[in-house]
T-cell receptor, first 115, second 113 residues
Framework: DAEITQSPRHKITETGRQVTLACHQT?????MFWYRQDLGHGLRLIHY???????NKGEVSDGYSVSRSNTEDLPLTLESAASSQTSVYFC??????????????FGPGTRLTVL | AQSVTQLDSHVSVSEGTPVLLRCNYS??????LFWYVQHPNKGLQLLLK??????LVKGINGFEAEFKKSETSFHLTKPSAHMSDAAEYFC???????????FGTGTRLKVLA
């Protein structure tokens, strides 16, 4: 069965360190998304990609970067981790087509703590 | 600008009683609307989506939502709550002409025995 996986599931790091969160999907979807989930905010879009070599900033992109070298993977990098980036991170993917009623498929999440 | 507002951050119901989770949307266009559910420590799962084919949308696990344009609402209902329905529920609007989502802030449903 096709799926979307994230690793690690839990991560504790220190302020100032670089951290990379992995996202891998076997749906063969062109669209991939990274969100962060914080209490009272729902999910907010960090970065997204509509295909290989394509990346775009979302509403909360400061301090984060992504790269897309193949269809299956969209790693999220925190350049210099800050305590404000303690959150739960979700990766999602969706197929390309007419951009209406477009279902996104979500990974299980990564809980990141920055001390 | 498109947005969704979930009117209740927490809802408690007794097992076997009806569930109502409220969502209002703001959109100049015919919206693409979704309800997702997140069980504790899990990812999000699609419950149902509004596709304009019908105003009453049936989803998984007995959930339904009714699209009311005049009220700009897309409330989620279930006739009889089950303990396994305890979770967080998100109302979502897809930004017109894009694949991007705007999430509501979520409603945490508690089901009492």
């Amino acid at each position: 069965d096709a799926e979307i996986t994230q690793s690690p599931r839990h991560k504790i790091t220190e302020t100032g360190r670089q951290v990379t969160l992995a996202c891998h999907q076997t749906w063969n979807h062109n669209n991939m998304f990274w969100y962060r989930q914080d209490l009272g905010h729902g999910l907010r879009l960090i970065h997204y990609s509509y295909g290989v070599q394509d990346t775009n900033k979302g509403e909360v992109s400061d301090g984060y970067s992504v790269s897309r070298s193949n269809t299956e993977d969209l790693p999220l990098t925190l350049e210099s981790a800050a305590s404000s980036q303690t959150s739960v991170y979700f990766c999602a993917s969706s197929e390309t087509g007419v951009p209406t009623y477009n279902e996104q498929f979500f990974g299980p999440g990564t809980r990141l703590t920055v001390l | 600008a498109q947005s969704v507002t979930q009117l209740d951050s927490h809802v408690s119901v007794s097992e076997g009683t009806p569930v109502l989770l409220r969502c209002n949307y703001s959109s100049s266009y015919s919206p693409s609307l979704f309800w997702y559910v997140q069980h504790p420590n899990k990812g999000l799962q699609l419950l149902l989506k509004y596709t304009s084919a019908a105003t009453l949308v049936k989803g998984i696990n007995g959930f339904e939502a009714e699209f009311k344009k005049s009220e700009t609402s897309f409330h989620l209902t279930k006739p009889s709550a089950h303990m396994s329905d305890a979770a967080e529920y998100f109302c979502v609007v897809q930004l017109s002409g894009t694949y991007k989502y705007i999430f509501g802030t979520g409603t945490r449903l508690k089901v009492l025995a």
